[in-house]
């Protein structure tokens, strides 16, 4: 089986920090998030996978080439202009020619891609949506299933009042290539509001859902970001085994005086210096230097920033080449890249600053 996963999207829920950084690159636990990803669909026996791509999006064919690396063979579908999520898929027809599986790109999940394709086979399926249930379906696209689990009803974000059930589409679907002889070509489509929504009118194709209740992040906004590395390094996918303690990267400096308490994750080249103290779920990207005295808890950082002494960042996204100066308390905040922070200052919960915002004690 093959697959394609959907990364041209222009992540704006996911600002500040992807304004330089395709979704797809976005760092989790210090790998692009799309790595993830293809070990997971290789972990299933998927090797031939297509990367549907908006043009401004080379970082992504630079880091992954021709997927050898990974153990799969990668090919790009370019959009010249957006084209939704059915018209992407329509954009890569060439390289569909056999069933498979489509993925939203900012999904990580732990589904059992194996058994999910058993049940598309037994049920000689043409479209196979994964569901699962959750407690405010009000964002979401809502899949009722007679009791068999054949697709009666798609509802795409509904309102309060009508939500008739809690199990969502999960962003994972199993196609047969017939399907997209639906989607007119170079045509901006909606694979959830143009096609799923009429499925059950569409008696001649047999759609199926596929029901789990495993673990599962809709990754989109810095909350939900955050939120995904607490789970993985508390263990609750079983995609990651987390480290017990601290996982330290190759030529970092760890002061004997700094306190660890894990989980904790600290990249390649880092300078952790006298009396720091990290409790984890922490993760600090490569080329970073945490001076004395420094306290970070319960966040993440990216590549070659700097935590600047006696700083505390509590509950934080800070993203690459940030520079935080001495005495400064960020809390409950998401910084872009190139954001610069002068001594002392506080910055406000829920604070979400643009990349090469300078922070000033009278801002």
Known sequence: MKAIILVGGEATRLR???????????????????????????????????????????????YFGDGSQFRVKLHYSIENTPLGTGGALKNAEKYLDETFLMLNGDIFTDLDITDMMKLHQSKKSKVTIARLPVDDPTGYGLIETDVNGRITRFIEKPGPNDITTNQINAGTYIFEPDILACIPPQAKFSIEHEFFATLPEKQEISAWGYDYSTYWMDTGTPEKYLQLHRDLLYGKSTCYTPPTTSLIGKQSQIHPTAEIHGPVIIGD?????????????????????????AIIADSVIWDNTHIGRSTVVKSCVIANNCHLNADCIAQGSSLGDNVVVLNCCQLKSGSNILPGTLIEADT
């Open 16 to 62: 500040p920090l992807a304004y330089n950084t395709p979704k797809a690159m976005v760092s989790v636990l210090n790998k692009p998030f799309l790595e993830h990803v293809i070990r997971h669909l290789s972990e299933h026996q998927i090797t031939e996978i297509v990367l549907a791509l908006s043009q401004h999006q080379q970082s992504i064919e630079d």
């Open 269 to 293: 080249n880092c300078n952790v210096e006298a009396n720091v103290m990290l409790t984890g779920p922490v993760v600090i990207g490569s080329g970073c230097t945490i001076q004395s005295g």
